[in-house]
Nanobody, 125 residues
Framework: VQLQASGGGLVQAGGSLRLSCVAS????????MGWFRQAPGKEREFVGG????????TYADTLKDRFTIWRDITESTMYLQMNSLKPEDTAVYYC???????????????????WGQGTQVTVSS
């Protein structure tokens, strides 16, 4: 599975961005796709994700009020809508996919086998 993330950019605090992650594989049944982010000098952090079959979503507790994730099966695309952005949201955002993770492991980056190249999100104050 090849993943292509896009949609990052520079935005002022309080603004919004929508990231996209297009998967090369059309048949993603059984996969879970997630978003992670990594700020300079920090570890990669789970943002949230969606189970391809059934569309159940999971979010990091600190982000669930501002971020929304969904997937479009026809487009093989996962989206991340980010609202009320803060300077601390500045990071490279990665999408990832796995066919083997159980629910308790979805927030762990090593659970994912496939990664996109990342897209930079910069939030200015």
């Amino acid at each position: 599975v090849q993943l292509q993330a896009s949609g990052g950019g520079l935005v002022q605090a309080g603004g919004s961005l929508r990231l996209s992650c297009v998967a090369s594989k059309r048949a993603l049944r059984g996969y879970y796709m997630g978003w992670f982010r990594q700020a300079p000098g920090k570890e990669r952090e789970f943002v949230g994700g969606v189970r391809w079959s059934g569309a159940q979503t999971t979010y990091a507790d600190t982000l669930k009020d501002r971020f929304t994730i969904w997937r479009d099966i026809t487009e093989s695309t996962m989206y991340l809508q980010m609202n009320s952005l803060k300077p601390e949201d500045t990071a490279v955002y990665y999408c990832a996919a796995t066919s083997r993770a159980i629910d308790s492991m979805l927030g762990i980056s090593s659970s994912y086998d496939y990664w996109g190249q990342g897209t930079q999100v910069t939030v200015s104050s």
